[in-house]
């Protein structure tokens, strides 16, 4: 307990190395773009729209009642701030390897500063998300004000498992081109193209493993006054992501003593 409270008492105390990195990102990631921050909207935008046309219109999937376009977008915002940032975190440390052999600092904060940088996207891509609601002409109920508290919960899922990949890029560098081939795998075990409720029940507690069901059905469901919360769904998820968290920071921590010698 007491080692515990001294690495959050030495995070605090390099708070301020935390933004500049996160900030450092941020720039990074759109400098010498043409399109600027636009992409944050671009991106879930067009897929959106293929996703409205292949599934939408002609595999006609059902979407509880919500409109396709809004059930695809409110899916795949925070879907791509997880599957973007995650590929970041994983590499936080070996694109940063200057700064882990002449530098000290917590090591956690490079994962940490990916994790909070990617709120940017976020928040970009998810203003679309008020025009479409005013679109569809959808008051969505007091479920909305669940949002601060779920990006909170997909801001410490992708950060826990972010520290595990970034842990293990360091030991083993093959994982870096692993992780878009499970980010890719992901898309389709997380409810995106399709509603959990077109699971047969027998086979949904399966989906429910995947943290992210819960979370980004709640996301959806928030928005949608005609989409009853899974609130069983989204506690399963609550519980992962805290096991995730825990698991992560433990063997991240473990790790760290050799990240100077192996990056």
């Known amino acids: 307990m007491v080692g515990n409270i001294s690495w959050l008492q030495e995070l605090w105390r390099y708070r301020e190395l935390f933004y500049f990195l996160a900030w450092r990102d941020v720039k ?14 671009v991106q879930p935008l067009l897929t959106m729209l293929i996703f409205l046309m292949l599934f939408g219109k002609i595999a006609n999937f059902p979407t509880d009642g919500t409109p396709h376009a809004l059930f695809y977008y409110s899916a795949l915002v925070p879907w791509i701030y997880f599957s973007t940032t995650l590929a970041f975190c994983g590499n936080s440390l070996v694109s940063n390897s200057n700064l882990l052999t002449k530098v000290y600092f917590p090591r956690t904060i490079l994962p940490a500063s990916v994790a909070l940088s990617g709120l ?3 928040a970009i891509g998810a203003v679309l998300i008020i025009g479409l609601l005013g679109y569809y002409q959808i008051v969505p109920d007091w479920n909305i004000f669940l949002w ?3 990006m909170f919960l997909l801001v410490l899922l992708t950060y826990g498992v972010g520290m595990i990949l970034a842990a293990l890029t360091v030991k083993y560098r093959d994982v870096k081109y692993a992780i878009p ?10 409810p995106i193209i ?9 086979y949904r507690k399966f ?7 819960g979370i980004i059905e709640a996301f959806r469901t928030s928005l949608s006054p ?6 069983g769904m989204l506690g399963v998820s609550v519980v992962f992501t805290v096991a995730i968290l825990v698991a992560g920071t433990i063997y991240f921590r473990r790790a760290e003593r050799s990240f100077a010698d192996l990056v």
């Not at 081939?181 to 997380?190: A, H, P, R, S």
């Not at 989906?207 to 069901?213: F, H």
């Not at 005609?226 to 609130?231: D, G, T, Y």
Request: charge should be neutral.
């Open 120 to 122: 940017v996207d976020f």
């Open 148 to 150: 601060p508290f779920l």
């Open 181 to 190: 081939f499970i980010i890719q795998l992901g898309l389709f075990v997380t």
């Open 207 to 213: 989906i429910m493993l995947n943290p992210l069901t």
């Open 28 to 41: 990074v990631r759109y400098k010498q773009t043409l399109l600027g921050v636009a992409w944050a909207i």
């Open 226 to 231: 005609v989409r009853p919360m899974e609130w």
């Open 194 to 202: 399709y509603s959990p409720s077109t699971i047969p029940v027998e």
